[in-house]
């Protein structure tokens, strides 16, 4: 109700509300300076007024940590900059200051060591000249000169530096043959490169910091010795780097390994160094041998922060208590336009009482507290008659008190649907009434349900001619009740079954399968026409349609029913304007026994013409059996030579009589599975696996292709699934198929090398056939001419002069007989033709399937190379 209300108000121009509101309501003149601002919050409606007003001194407090922390990160940058620049500067006027000082000393020492080469210095005279060396160069701890054996000549050393016995430095700090050394890899550095080498920083015997120069000593070019400068870190720190620099900054020297070797400040013992945010560091020139000058500063506090923030901070809160007191102007406004509210309230409700649609209001206990003119015009009723009633009420006729008050108990529960309720009401002067009501929640302004607000509309004269409307339907149903035909008419988009007439409803109990199973495919597809279709407004049902449905007709089969149906389908539109399908299906089951019939009597009449061949029998026994009948005389008189020549042992005679034996039993299944073929009767299946069947016909074809110089390569996938076939009847296929291979190739009279067969057994999937395993065979001859393909399945057929004809026929109808498919094809080089492959597929069981995928690989077994030649059919 107060949501309806706020709408209409909303609805209003502000020109009307500002004309009905009385003047002391209406907002007073703003000065110049803020009719713009003022213009502005009027156009905001409360509710955005409300939210302004609360939001106001949270976002001042945002805006005020933002500035805060603006300000400290400023500040915080512009000192870190300032002092990564000083430390910048420092660090490269040390690293300037030291490495001048290195270069000056490298000079001298490079003099020094000309004179040593040159004769001019003894041993006695480089102490001399040492001392005065080291004497204006602290950093120096000692200077010696050692010859190419890493002998000491000479040396002269710092005060307090301490030596061994023999006066000489200690071995830490001289080169050593055969010891891995800092020392001892600058000498090898600088006796291959004849060039000085720095070395990398080691402690002395005292444990501090150092490293050396050493300078080769080159006498007709050959290196006869080095004259070694050991530099201290602490001391080169100490003297070199400004006196101002290291009263800014600390300045250390470091390793490859970042640790602190020598510093301007020192350390508090056994306390971890940490590495300051303000740093730079640069390598130590010219030395390069890994040690880094890093200078790091602090940062410092400034006084103007404090200053900032006291300004910041006061300008904030000058800002959240003038937000406050727009709160509070705003408060005060709200309580004059809820004033204004009282008056906009009377005038909605007037409003709802000239509306003709029934408006009635009830708490959660079902007492009514608001109807408007218009339900009390309805029932007869006044508002005060209705106000403060409880169920039942006066408008409910005597008879339907129990129904309407077990329909109020869904209201008051909320379970009413959304599609509202038709009831029947009664007026005051006791006459009837329908009606349908729509209920929805009252909320409050916290969100909280307080009732139930309920509208009603008088559909007495709309029920009147939805009940024509029916009476029109029925008649017409009726009509198509009394069909023998199945009509139906299914909906497109929800596969909803919109009507079923009564022979539809006895063959399929009023199930959209049905209607789906008959229509196939056609369900979904897009009509055909595109007119408009003709509706009949008083039956509903489409009438052109009807008239028009023996377009497209199709037969289709109900396995559940065992009948055949004629069905013709053809797409309309619904009353509900919905995509709908409608379908008339007729039973043609007799129809069609009856050609069943006519085309039995034609079966029989081939039959009696098929037996007129009968002669086919004994040629396919007298083929087939000559392979079984072949292997049985060539183990016999393989047996009969060794035995003869005294070269077989008693367990190959008894295997080659095993295998003479099996030869046999396979003569005796060959014969019994041909009698079961001549009958059309179905082969023993068993699981068999195809590496065991190819394995079997190459072992029993290996006699005839080594006869015939034919060598056979067998590709055999690995981890196959079982296929439910009769293993000796595909057996005999792939036989049959190797040995029209070997007899094309031995009649092409081909070179020994091109004298081989490809055997591949390899899984396929297709469309067609699904999980298939495919068994083929390849050669590489001149191919087959398309006249021997047309006929190559044809009986009696053959290409050889003392064929029968029989092999590849026999062979098709075993494939068959097991579901699958055999083809042959020719192998082409661009257009000529290279070779010709035969293969056959059979379904993988689906409960044998395996879900692990075939990996192929390949198992060949060779006699002697050859090439491979089209296929002869017999």
Not at 344 to 363: I, V, Y
Not at 470 to 484: I, K, P, Q, W, Y
Not at 770 to 787: A, Q
Not at 818 to 830: D, P, T, V
Request: net charge neutral; charged share 20%.
């Amino acid at each position: 109700m107060r949501t309806a209300r706020a709408g209409i108000m909303r609805a209003m121009s502000p020109r009307q509300e500002n004309s009905r509101a009385p003047a002391a309501l209406r907002p007073p003149r703003f000065p110049a300076t803020r009719q713009l601002f003022a213009r502005w919050w009027r156009r905001q409606s409360p509710s955005r007024q409300d939210r302004f007003a609360t939001l106001g001194p949270l976002l001042s407090v945002l805006l005020f940590l933002a500035a805060i922390v603006s300000a400290f990160w400023y500040l915080r940058n512009e000192e870190i900059g300032r002092q990564t620049e000083s430390v910048k500067r420092d660090t490269q006027l040390t690293q300037q200051q030291i490495g001048l000082r290195l270069i000056q000393n490298q000079e001298g020492l490079i003099r020094m060591a000309r004179d040593l080469v040159s004769g001019v210095t003894d041993a006695d005279e480089f102490a001399g000249q040492a001392a005065a060396f080291t004497s204006e160069r602290p950093e120096i701890v000692h200077l010696t000169w050692v010859d190419a054996r890493r002998k000491v000549r000479a040396t002269h050393v710092a005060a307090l530096y301490p030596l061994n016995s023999a006066g000489e430095p200690p071995e830490a700090s001289l080169p050593a043959e055969g010891r891995l050394s800092e020392p001892e890899a600058a000498f090898r550095a600088t006796r291959g490169t004849r060039s000085p080498a720095y070395s990398r920083s080691f402690a002395d015997s005292a444990g501090a910091a150092v490293f050396q120069l050493h300078i080769p000593l080159i006498e007709h070019n050959a290196f006869v010795g080095a004259l070694v400068a050991e530099y201290s870190l602490e001391g080169l720190v100490r003297h070199f780097v400004p006196a101002e620099v290291a009263q800014r900054h600390m300045i250390s020297v470091l390793d490859e390994r970042q640790r602190v070797l020598a510093s301007t400040i020192t350390e508090m013992p056994g306390r971890a160094s940490h590495r300051s945010l303000i740093f730079d560091e640069a390598p130590l020139t010219p030395a390069l041998n890994g040690l880094l000058l890093r200078g790091q500063g602090w940062r410092t506090s400034i006084g103007l922060v404090n200053n900032t923030l006291f300004w910041m901070v006061v300008a904030l809160s000058v800002l959240t208590v003038w937000m406050l007191l727009g709160t509070w102007r705003h408060m005060r406004r709200r309580a004059q336009i809820q004033g204004a509210l009282v008056q906009e309230t009377n005038f909605r409700r007037a409003m709802e009482n000239s509306m003709p649609t029934g408006m009635r209001a009830m708490d959660l206990h079902g007492c009514i507290t608001y109807v408007n003119a218009a339900f009390c015009q309805m029932t007869g009723f006044s508002a005060e008659q209705l106000i403060g009633r409880l169920p039942p009420f006066p408008y409910w006729p005597a008879e339907r008190i129990e129904e309407n008050s077990r329909l109020l108990q869904q209201e008051l529960q909320g379970r009413s649907p959304s599609g509202g309720i038709e009831v029947r009401l009664m007026r005051k002067d006791t006459s009837v009434f329908d009606a349908r009501m729509y209920l929805s929640p009252l909320v409050d302004a916290k969100g909280q349900q307080t009732g139930w607000m309920t509208s009603i509309t008088n559909i007495t004269e709309a029920k009147r001619i939805r009940d024509q409307l029916s009476a029109s339907h029925e008649r017409f149903t009726t009509v198509l009740e009394g069909l023998d035909a199945a009509v139906s008419v299914l909906s497109v988009q929800q596969g909803e079954l919109l009507f079923a007439n009564r022979s539809y409803r006895l063959w399929f109990a009023g199930d959209a399968a049905g209607h789906q199973l008959m229509a196939g495919s056609a369900v979904g597809t897009t009509p055909a026409s595109d007119h408009d279709d003709e509706v009949d407004p008083l039956s509903g049902l489409p009438t052109q349609e009807l008239t028009e449905a023996d377009a497209s007709p199709r037969e289709v089969f109900v396995a559940s029913l065992q009948k055949w149906f004629d069905v013709r389908t053809r797409y309309l539109q619904w009353t509900d304007g919905r995509l709908a399908q409608m379908l008339i299906a007729t039973d043609i089951t007799g129809r069609l026994r009856a050609e069943e019939q006519a085309a039995a009597q034609a079966e029989k009449a081939q039959v009696t013409s098929r037996l007129v061949t009968m002669g086919e029998m004994a040629s396919s026994v007298a083929h087939e059996l000559n392979q079984p009948l072949t292997a049985i005389t060539n183990y016999c008189n393989g047996m009969v030579s060794r035995v003869q020549a005294e070269s077989i042992d008693q367990a190959d005679l008894v295997a080659a009589l095993q295998k003479t034996a099996r030869q046999a039993e396979r003569a005796a299944q060959i014969i019994r599975r041909i009698r079961s073929f001549v009958k059309r009767s179905e082969p023993q299946r068993q699981p068999a696996h195809a590496r065991q069947i190819v394995e079997d016909a190459a072992d029993l074809a290996g006699i005839e292709l080594r006869r015939r110089g034919v060598a056979i390569r067998t590709y055999v996938a690995q981890r196959l699934p079982p296929i439910m076939v009769d293993p000796i009847l595909i057996e005999q296929v792939v036989l049959n198929l190797l040995k029209n291979a070997a007899e094309a190739i031995d009649s092409a009279q081909l070179p020994p090398q091109r004298r081989h067969i490809e055997l591949r057994v390899v899984p396929r999937h297709t469309a067609e056939e699904g999980g298939v395993i495919e068994f083929s065979v390849t050669d590489g001859g001149p191919g087959l001419k398309d006249e021997v393909i047309a006929r190559l399945y044809e009986a009696f057929f053959s290409t050889k002069a003392e064929g029968l004809g029989i092999g590849l026929s026999l062979c098709r109808t075993i494939v068959e007989s097991h579901r699958g498919r055999m083809r042959a094809q020719n192998l082409y080089n661009g257009s000529q033709a290279v070779g010709c492959r035969f293969s056959f597929t059979l379904p993988v069981a689906p409960d044998l399937r395996t879900d692990a995928p075939a990996a192929p690989s390949e198992g060949e077994t060779s006699t002697n190379p050859a090439a491979p030649n089209a296929i002869v059919p017999e």
